[in-house]
């Protein structure tokens, strides 16, 4: 038996760059960190030689041709397992349109469970490039790299998106105090609204073709470098302003990102002494976050009664398998 264990992701500023539509033409940049909620995968040896699926239903299958879950089908086609297999699946909070990237999150711990399966190691760039294939190439989600990178790989970086295609993480260097303090100043609330991501963000590619709204994203990359350089100057100071414009900016991007009842949360929540914040993932619904002082916290939280705050943590870790029981 395996069980893999990856995180989910928050990301803070540049999301959107990350799609080909811009990428392509110029670098992107999104700045984001995992977070202490996990997807969990579970796998073994079924003894029959059928392939059995557990996520919110169950699949019994004779080979993986037959697979309705396209994320399950690919993996294993990408690693090589015919059948005689079985796979569960749980998160720590509801993933579906969330916001925090649990679809890549769940392809990433897919493959690592697999490959342990194997009884053979994937580097974590091997299971970052590995899901953008079987989710971007494949399946033809019309959505970024963030994701599958965020969750790799763990931890706070400014991940960057070249036209070539490739991608590099640059790990974010900042005293371990800053980061406490910047953990204990997040706050995040659930709006219990879902949405499709690859319909927002397949407006958001269409939308670079327009030079204003390339303009947009632009200064959106623009601070990302921005907030990374004022981390590792060991200041938190500009954190909430940086935010703040990252999101009335991507609010201008395309309809279908806010609505009046987002930005009354919005406003509610700067009322109330945010100091910035925004709508993690495409927009549109998922879960809402705040820079705000702890001082001003229990007041935000009040103010905005109607949404459930969820406590985050950040993840140092990313991918990981933690139970390794090979089949002999």
């Not at 999104?30 to 040896?45: A, G, H």
């Not at 089908?73 to 090589?80: E, I, K, N, P, S």
């Not at 900042?174 to 406490?180: I, M, N, R, V």
């Not at 140092?316 to 090979?326: C, D, E, H, I, K």
Request: proline share 4%.
């Amino acid at each position: 038996m395996i069980v893999s264990k990856t995180p989910l992701r928050m990301s803070f500023v540049g999301g959107g760059s990350d799609l080909p539509a811009y990428y392509r033409e110029e670098i992107g940049a999104v700045l984001s960190t995992s977070i202490d909620k996990y997807m969990y995968i579970c796998v073994s040896k079924k003894f029959d030689g059928r392939i059995r699926l557990s996520y919110t239903k169950t699949e019994d299958v004779q080979s993986r041709h037959e697979i309705d879950h396209p994320l399950v089908r690919h993996a294993l086609d990408v690693v090589g397992i015919d059948g005689g297999i079985e796979i569960a699946s749980m998160a720590d909070i509801p993933s579906k349109g969330s916001g925090l990237g649990s679809s890549s999150t769940y392809t990433v711990g897919l493959l690592n469970a697999l490959y342990a399966y194997r009884n053979r190691f994937a580097s974590k760039e091997t299971l970052a490039r590995q899901a953008c294939e079987i989710e971007i190439d494949r399946c033809g989600e019309p959505i970024g790299k963030q994701d599958q990178y965020a969750a790799a790989y763990g931890g706070l970086n400014l991940i960057r998106f070249h036209p070539d295609d490739s991608v590099s993480v640059d790990p974010v260097i900042c005293k371990p105090s800053l980061l406490q303090e910047m953990e204990d100043s997040t706050l995040v609330f659930f709006t219990g609204r879902t949405r499709s991501a690859s319909a927002v963000l397949a407006n958001q590619s269409a939308a670079m073709q327009a030079t204003d709204r390339r303009l947009l994203m632009r200064r959106m990359v623009e601070l990302a470098f921005e907030m990374k350089e004022q981390l590792e100057s060991g200041t938190l100071e500009h954190l909430g302003t940086l935010l703040d414009e990252n999101w009335r900016l991507k609010a201008q991007l395309t309809a279908g990102i806010t609505d009046p009842q987002i930005d009354g949360w919005y406003a509610a929540g700067l009322a109330n002494g945010a100091l910035g914040g925004k709508l993690l993932g495409a927009g549109n619904g998922g879960f809402m976050m705040f820079y705000a002082p702890p001082e001003s916290q229990a007041k935000i939280t009040s103010a905005l009664c109607d949404l459930r705050p969820v406590k985050f943590r950040f993840d140092r870790t990313g991918a990981q398998v933690v139970f390794y029981q090979p089949q002999m």
